[in-house]
Nanobody
């Protein structure tokens, strides 16, 4: 059974930092491209960043300055570091695993940023 479980969300003050984690099981993690997405209230889900099996990251333009994605193939986890958190970062954050046409989503973790 495939599971992706996000953690690390919660209430954070603007200007602070946050580290989200996604623990996976049931997949050959080292084969998968891993991604972090977010969905702000009333908006569509958008890609923040992805990281290849090799460890090479790719970022959406809005994420290049404050977001860092990383993975640990030995622990089958992927993380997202958010620095200088802003109110517009409020939303649900999801991790995704993708290998060719096989993709899985986690249930998400909620981030609330207070100004």
């Amino acid at each position: 059974q495939v599971q992706l479980v996000e953690s690390g969300g919660g209430l954070v003050q603007a200007g602070g930092s946050l580290r989200l984690s996604c623990a996976t099981s049931g997949i050959r993690f080292s084969l998968y491209v891993m991604g972090w997405y977010r969905q702000a209230p009333g908006k569509e889900r958008e890609l923040i960043a992805s990281i290849l099996a090799s460890g090479r990251p790719n970022y959406a333009d809005f994420a290049k300055a404050r977001f860092t994605i990383s993975r640990n193939n030995g622990r089958s986890t992927v993380s997202l570091q958010i620095n200088n958190v802003q109110p517009e970062d409020t939303g649900d954050y999801y991790c995704r695993a993708l290998y060719r046409t096989e993709g899985y989503w986690g249930q998400g973790t909620r981030v609330n940023v207070s100004s």
